[in-house]
Structures are given as structure tokens and as C-alpha cells.
């Protein structure tokens, strides 16, 4: 017979897949076989020895985002240097953006830590539905709980047993800090003394800093552990060694479901919700052992979501102030005093908590002028939403799902190799504010680090600036727009559309009618609605251009083509510059991103045409362009040695067309080739494009016509 065994462990690691009732019971059984367990001596002993440690919450925080050579290195987000934390870029599904609303968040943590005004306030993220609120923080609960699962940083906490000794505790044999106090915090209070417990570390050989910096961290013990540790006391007689057969200390348990260390609370129904669903409340079953009604023990703070995160830990009250007013108050009471109080008695607790909340319920709060003790006792944070379209990505990523599509018959669901540059363009623009000094295209190109022509970041920080001094937050750059879940409406649209089902392919064209339906569903604001049409319109324009590159690409028979071509034309003009162009007009030059040799012959007819193109009518403005893109040259080649100057569209689209005109006749014949294959020629070019697109580029057969057809039409040119 084959036999079958559970331990602790194999609990943890499939936490997710048991109930929380079953992984209750489970971890109650085994609890007496699996649990380590030290005696109070022992305990100290190791963190004595550094093996064990008594920190706050803050500072557990604060080592786990800052600790280790490479935790932080130094980014530029919109033109100016800030930070970014490993911790939040690791785990597979890690935070994209975010950067100025972590740095808040890491200075709030830090300055806490270091015993700063933030150790008496709530982080509070505030912003639209679907900009990553609760993402940040339930990333930021799991990375806390696998870093305290690591053996140094084990959180422990003690149990009282061997209660039936007592006489006034019935049944009840063994009793749990209810808040999941440290253990130091006992052995300060163990004598009821403070210069006693003193002297008891000092036999223990603890070192005079050592105790001079436990006692400054001197806490009192919860009411009812100090009820308990006081009959213990007094049926011992004081007796170090039998108080200690009262005594165990246990690991605090680590686990998602059942709320420990690490607990999340929504806002509920006003009508049913209550304080005791935050800090519990008399226990009927407890009042049928107890003897002694005057005993704490008799209040069930477990009950409630902050007793179980008071031992180190954090709590996440998700929109905080859609709670009654209460509700509100016993947070204030909390945040303020970091202690739980209920019919006199209290708990102090030691907990971070973060909230987050959405903008109308927040201005409907502050319009509440009682409410105002609460808001002054909270660190608001103003979260934006994404507008860097090349961050986007992964955040579309995300929403078109890890794993495969597939059609409703089971059959493999294509994606469009322009699906996500279609999509995150299109909600990047609509998180951008109007301007009269930048176009949304230049703050799209500046905001991702971009050049953006002759306009630099200078620009988009004094933008960015005047809009920060907006007392309308949601006014500020990047407060409004389409949101990930409004996204992902629009990637659930596109999925089941019959188009995408019948031709196993979901199109980047049909992108735009199914966000276009989101809006018009889900935007009630009717300038707003107006405002992201028109950032529609914009989209398309550049999903045009994608469209243009692909079928240079494929008529090229070579993905990076017009890459190559735009390299070609700076290269060019780099070369006029120069004095060392031969008499054959070869210039021989090193590319910086290979360190290799290269030549180029210099064609000047080329360049002219090109410029041309742009529009650049006189000598005085091809030349400035020139300048520029000299300048962009110097400075890239060595901060950025792989930089393509793909993201100058103008240029691109210059080169595309110039080099249709001189192999096809222009791009209106090669769309005449495509649209008419009434001739063999024609037929084959159709073909070979077709099948470099399909084997090349990433197109299946469906999207690849679809593409060559949208590309046929006068749709969506700017």
C-alpha cells in the first residue's frame, strides 16, 4: 500500500490551490509535529547571536527594497534622474513604470524606518480604476511574504500553554499572542519591571548596547498577553524556570489566505460592515471557558483583519474611504496610535498600512470638511497612468494574456505582430495632455525618451511642471485616460469578434473599432469621450506608418530594410560633413555599435530626395535638419551606440517613400501592383510579399492580407 504525506511545507508551496478552511485545519494538525519551537532562553540566545532579529515593520521593508549591491540604480523617466529598485522589476509578472510613485513610497518606508513622522501615517495611492493601485501593492504583500519566508528573516512570536495550571481558563489550554507580538517584547515585560527584564538580559551576556538598544525599543505587552503573563508571575512566584514552562516561541505562520502578516480589507457594503470585521470582537465562546469576565482574552481580535498583520506586518485597506464613517475613525485611531483599543483595553500593533482609493471617492471625502483629521494622517500619493508607449508594451503583454489564444473551437488564435504597438499607442495618447508648445506625437516620442525634431526634454518637463501645479489632480500629466481594464475590454472585444474567430487571427487594423466601442461604453465624461476619438484618429495615423515599414520590409524581402535605408541616409549625412570622403565619394567610418570598419558611398541625389520628402524646401532647412541629425549622432553613438533613428517617423516615412519611388515607381504603384494582379508580374509580387511576410515578419496568412489590403486603401493617411 502506497502511503501519502503532509508536512508544512508542501502546505506553503500550494497555498494557492487550498481553501483557506482546509489549510486552517491542516496547519492545526500539523502544528504540534512540524512547528519549531524554542523556549524564551533559547530565543534570545539566537538574536543575541544575530541570528534572529527585532525590527520593525518599516525597517524589515526598508532592508528588503534596499539591501544587496545592485537594489537600486538610477533611470531617466521624462528628462529627469530618479531611481528604480530591483525588488519591483524581478518576479515574472513584476511592475512596469511607476517610478515616481515607488520612489514616494521608498522615501515614506525610509524615513519611517528611521523613526521620521511617516512611522505615524497610512501611504495611500490615489488615482483612476485601472492604473495598477492594488497591482503595486499586492505585488509589493507577496514580495513581502517570500522575503520573510527566508530563514534570517523568520518572524517569531510565543504562545502561552500549560493554561489549565491556572484554573480560570477552562478548556483552553494554550493561547496565542493575539497580535503576533515579538519576543523580545515579552522578555522587556516578563517581570512587570523594565530594569528587571534588563538585568535578566544581562545573564543572558547580552552586551550593554546591545541592552541600551533594546530598551530604547521598549513596547508594552498587548492587554491580554500582559493579563496572562501577569497569572503567570504570580502562580510561579516570580521563578525565571517555571514562567518559561508557560512558554513557547513559535514561528508566526506565513500565509495569504488566512490574512497573517500580510492582509488585504475592501470596502464594503455600509450597511453590513462594521468595526469588528478591522478589530474584532467579544467572544462568546471564549466567555463560556473564562471564569475571570475581567480578562482581555475574552476579545477575539482575530476576528478582525489588523490584529492578524500586528506583528510585523501589512495591512491593505482597498478604497479606504468608500468605508462609513466609523470604519474611518477606528483607522484614524489605528494609524495615529498604532494600536488596536476596544472597551478600554489595548493592543499596540506594528504595522505598515497602505491604501488605495479611486479620485471621486477621494473628492467627495475631502469635501467633508470633519473628515479632514483622517486625510492630514496620510501620505497621498497621486498614481498616473503609463505614457511611455514603449513601457506600454508589457503592460499590453499582460493583457493579451501569457498564455496561447485560441478560437472557441480550440484552434491557435494569431496575433498581429503590430496587435501591441496598435493597442499601447492608442492608450498612451490618450493619457496625453493637450499642449499649445508640443504636439501629443512629440510628448509621445519625449515621453519615452524619444527625439522629438528640434524639440527637447526641456519642453516636457516645464509641461509637466505647469500641469503639477494643477489643484484639479486629474488634470496633472497623465491623470486621465484609457486604463488597463479598459484595455483589456477592448483585447476581450477584438478576441470574440467573428473576424478574429473565422480567421483565426486577431487583426491590428480592427483594433481601433472595438477601443472606439469601449469609449462610447465606458466613458461618461462627454469632452473626455471627445478627446480620446481624436487620439484614435492619431493612432491610426502611426499604425498607417507600421504598416508603410512592413511592406517595405517585405517588398525588400528583408526585416530590418528600412532600417538599413535610414542608416544609410545619416550615415550620408555624417559623410558631407566630413573631410575624408575619396575621390570615388566612399567614406569609410566605424560603426559604433559593431566597433567594425564600414564604408558607404555617398549619394547626394538620394539625400536631397529624402529631405524632400520631409519637406524641406531650401538649403538653409535641409541643413538645419542636418545639424540635428549630427548632433543626435554625436551624442547617441555614445550613450546609445545601438540607436536607429527609427523613431523619427518623418524620416522614415521619407525614406520608405523615396525608395519605392526608385524601384516601383513610387508606393501608389506598388499599391496598384497589389490592388490589380490581373498580370503575371503583378501576381508574383503580391506573392512574394505574402509569403516574406508570412515567413519573415511574423504575419500569418490572414493578417498578412488583410494588412497588404489596408495597406491598398487611402485609409488613415496623414
Known amino acids: 500500500m502506497q502511503s501519502f504525506f503532509i508536512n508544512r511545507s508542501s502546505i506553503d508551496v500550494y497555498e494557492n490551490c487550498i481553501p483557506s478552511r482546509t489549510r486552517l485545519i491542516l496547519t492545526k494538525l500539523l502544528l504540534p509535529m512540524t512547528t519549531i519551537k524554542y523556549t524564551l532562553d533559547d530565543y534570545l540566545k539566537h538574536l543575541k547571536a544575530g541570528e534572529h532579529r527585532y525590527e520593525n515593520v518599516y525597517e524589515s521593508v526598508c532592508r528588503m527594497i534596499l539591501d544587496g549591491a545592485d537594489a537600486v540604480s538610477k533611470v531617466n523617466v521624462n528628462g529627469k534622474t530618479t531611481y528604480d529598485y530591483r525588488l519591483f522589476r524581478e518576479n515574472g509578472k513584476a511592475l512596469v513604470g511607476l517610478y515616481s510613485e515607488i520612489n514616494s513610497f521608498v522615501s515614506f518606508i525610509k524615513d519611517a524606518a528611521e523613526g521620521g513622522s511617516s512611522s505615524e501615517m497610512a ?53 496565542e499572542s493575539q497580535t503576533f507580538e515579538d519576543p523580545v517584547i515579552l522578555a522587556l515585560n516578563l517581570f512587570g519591571d523594565l530594569d528587571k527584564s534588563l538585568a535578566y538580559l544581562k545573564k543572558l551576556r547580552f552586551t550593554k548596547t546591545q541592552i541600551a538598544t533594546l530598551a530604547a525599543r521598549y513596547k508594552p505587552l498587548g492587554a491580554c498577553s500582559d493579563y496572562i503573563i501577569s497569572e503567570i508571575r504570580d502562580l510561579c512566584g516570580g521563578n525565571l524556570l517555571k514562567m518559561q514552562t508557560f512558554l513557547n516561541i513559535v514561528p508566526v505562520p506565513m500565509s495569504e489566505t488566512l490574512g497573517t502578516v500580510t492582509g488585504k480589507y475592501s470596502a464594503r457594503d455600509k450597511i453590513t460592515s462594521s468595526a469588528r470585521d478591522l478589530i474584532g470582537e467579544e467572544s462568546v465562546q471564549r466567555l463560556l471557558h473564562i471564569a475571570d469576565t475581567n480578562n482581555p482574552y475574552r476579545i477575539d481580535l482575530r476576528v478582525g483583519a489588523l490584529a492578524r498583520v500586528g506583528g510585523g506586518g501589512i495591512h491593505f485597506s482597498d478604497e479606504l474611504f468608500k468605508n462609513k464613517k466609523d470604519l474611518i475613525q477606528v483607522y484614524l485611531g489605528v494609524i495615529q496610535n498604532r494600536e488596536i483599543e476596544m472597551d478600554g483595553y489595548k493592543w499596540p500593533i506594528d504595522s505598515l498600512i497602505v491604501a488605495t482609493s479611486n479620485n471621486e471617492e477621494f473628492n467627495r471625502f475631502l469635501n467633508e470638511k470633519e473628515e479632514a483629521p483622517i486625510v492630514d494622517r496620510c501620505r497621498v500619493c497621486y498614481i498616473g497612468h503609463n505614457t511611455d508607449y514603449k513601457l506600454q508594451s508589457k503592460l499590453t503583454r499582460y493583457a493579451l494574456g501569457s498564455s496561447g489564444k485560441t478560437t472557441i473551437f480550440g484552434e491557435k488564435l494569431h496575433l498581429d505582430p503590430n496587435l501591441n504597438f496598435s493597442l499601447s499607442n492608442a492608450v498612451v495618447l490618450s493619457r496625453i495632455p493637450k499642449s499649445d508648445k508640443l504636439t501629443p506625437l512629440e510628448i509621445r516620442k519625449l515621453s519615452a525618451g524619444e527625439i522629438a525634431g528640434d524639440k527637447s526634454i526641456k519642453a516636457l518637463i516645464e509641461l509637466i511642471d505647469d500641469l503639477q501645479r494643477e489643484p484639479d489632480v486629474t488634470k496633472r500629466f497623465g491623470q486621465r485616460g484609457i486604463g488597463h481594464r479598459n484595455l483589456g475590454r477592448a483585447v476581450q472585444l477584438l478576441a470574440e469578434d467573428s473576424d478574429s474567430q473565422e480567421g483565426r487571427c486577431m487583426f491590428a487594423g480592427n483594433v481601433f473599432k472595438c477601443l472606439e466601442q469601449v469609449i462610447l461604453d465606458y466613458v461618461t465624461d462627454s469632452t473626455l469621450r471627445r478627446k480620446y476619438l481624436d487620439d484614435l484618429k492619431i493612432a491610426k495615423s502611426l499604425y498607417r506608418e507600421s504598416v508603410s515599414t512592413s511592406m517595405f520590409n517585405a517588398y525588400m524581402d528583408e526585416p530590418m530594410a528600412i532600417k538599413k535605408e535610414v542608416m544609410n541616409y545619416v550615415n550620408m549625412v555624417i559623410a558631407i560633413d566630413s573631410h575624408e570622403i575619396g575621390p570615388d565619394q566612399m567614406w569609410r567610418y566605424m560603426d559604433p555599435a559593431t566597433k567594425k570598419m564600414k564604408a558607404i558611398k555617398i549619394d547626394e541625389t538620394y539625400i536631397k530626395s529624402v529631405e524632400d520628402r520631409m519637406g524641406l524646401k531650401n538649403q538653409e532647412q535641409k541643413e538645419s535638419f542636418r545639424t540635428m541629425i549630427r548632433r543626435i549622432y554625436g551624442r547617441k553613438a555614445h550613450t546609445d551606440p545601438t540607436y536607429d533613428f527609427m523613431d523619427n517617423n518623418d524620416l522614415v516615412k521619407a525614406v520608405t517613400d523615396v525608395r519605392l519611388q526608385s524601384d516601383v515607381a513610387g508606393a501608389a504603384s506598388l499599391v496598384g501592383a497589389l490592388a490589380n494582379r490581373t498580370n503575371d508580374e503583378n501576381e508574383t509580387l503580391y506573392n512574394k510579399i505574402l509569403l516574406t511576410m508570412t515567413d519573415k515578419l511574423d504575419y500569418c496568412p490572414t493578417c498578412a492580407q488583410k494588412t497588404i489590403d489596408y495597406f491598398c486603401t487611402r485609409q488613415d493617411e496623414t
Open 123 to 175: 501611504f495611500v495611492l490615489v488615482g483612476e480604476p485601472g492604473n495598477g493601485k492594488t497591482f503595486f501593492v499586492e505585488y509589493l504583500c507577496r514580495a513581502y511574504r517570500d522575503f520573510l519566508r527566508m530563514k534570517e528573516n523568520k518572524k517569531y512570536t510565543f504562545r502561552f500553554t500549560n493554561l489549565n495550571q491556572i484554573g480560570s481558563y477552562g478548556k483552553i489550554k494554550e493561547i
